[in-house]
Nanobody, 118 residues
Framework: QVQLVESGGGLVQAGGSLRLSCAAS????????MGWYRQAPGKERELVAV???????YYADSVKGRFTISRDNAKSTLYLQINSLKPEDTALYYC????????????WGQGTQVTVSS
């Protein structure tokens, strides 16, 4: 059974940094693309960043230059380094597994809350 467990969220001041982690188990982590989503209260879920099995990355325009997605296949762990945090980054952040590499996410974590104070 595939499990994704996020950690690393918290309350930070604007301009601060956080590093989110997503520990994966129950599947062959290195063969799948992985993504980070976020959802703020009253807003739709937003794709933030994606990393392919080969390490290629994609970022939403809203986070480009501030967020960095990475993976450690030996540890089956996905990361999201978030710098220069803004209040509008406040959201529940989820990691997800892309089953096919074509944006078909089939497993999700429970999320980790990021709250940015101004």
């Amino acid at each position: 059974q595939v499990q994704l467990v996020e950690s690393g969220g918290g309350l930070v001041q604007a301009g601060g940094s956080l590093r989110l982690s997503c520990a994966a188990s129950g599947s062959i982590f290195e063969i799948h693309a992985m993504g980070w989503y976020r959802q703020a209260p009253g807003k739709e879920r937003e794709l933030v960043a994606v990393i392919s099995s080969g390490g290629d990355t994609y970022y939403a325009d809203s986070v480009k230059g501030r967020f960095t997605i990475s993976r450690d296949n030996a540890k089956s762990t996905l990361y999201l380094q978030i710098n220069s945090l803004k209040p509008e980054d406040t959201a529940l952040y989820y990691c997800a597994r892309d089953l096919t590499g074509w944006g078909e996410y089939d497993y999700w974590g429970q999320g980790t809350q990021v709250t940015v104070s101004s």
